[in-house]
Nanobody
Framework: QVQLVESGGGLVQPGESLRLSCAAS??????????MNWYRQAPGKERELVAG???????NYADSVKGRFTISRDNARNLVFLQMNSLKPEDTAVYYC????????WGRGTQVTVSS
């Protein structure tokens, strides 16, 4: 059973940084073949894709985070990271780790709050 566990969220001031981690387990095949994603959902808004990374390291980002966020992965340790710099109040949301293989798998999320 695939399990995704996020960590690293917290309360920061505008302009500060956070690094989120996602620990993945239970894959039927090597973790390195799975594309991994970070989504976020702010109160009253739909869940949106923030960043994605393929097994070979190709990345994509939402326009709103390009140049500020960086997604990466450590295939040896089954980890995915989201480095978030220059955080803004509008980045406040619950951040979810995701993968899709036949179906979507989600973690429980980690809260990120950006406020002065």
């Amino acid at each position: 059973q695939v399990q995704l566990v996020e960590s690293g969220g917290g309360l920061v001031q505008p302009g500060e940084s956070l690094r989120l981690s996602c620990a993945a387990s239970g894959f039927a095949f090597s973790f390195s073949i799975y594309a991994m994603n970070w989504y976020r959902q702010a109160p009253g808004k739909e869940r949106e894709l923030v960043a994605g990374i393929t097994g070979t390291g190709s990345t994509n980002y939402a326009d709103s985070v390009k140049g500020r966020f960086t997604i990466s992965r450590d295939n040896a340790r089954n980890l995915v990271f989201l480095q978030m710099n220059s955080l803004k109040p509008e980045d406040t949301a619950v951040y979810y780790c995701n993968t899709n293989f036949i179906r979507d798998y989600w973690g429980r999320g980690t809260q990120v709050t950006v406020s002065s």
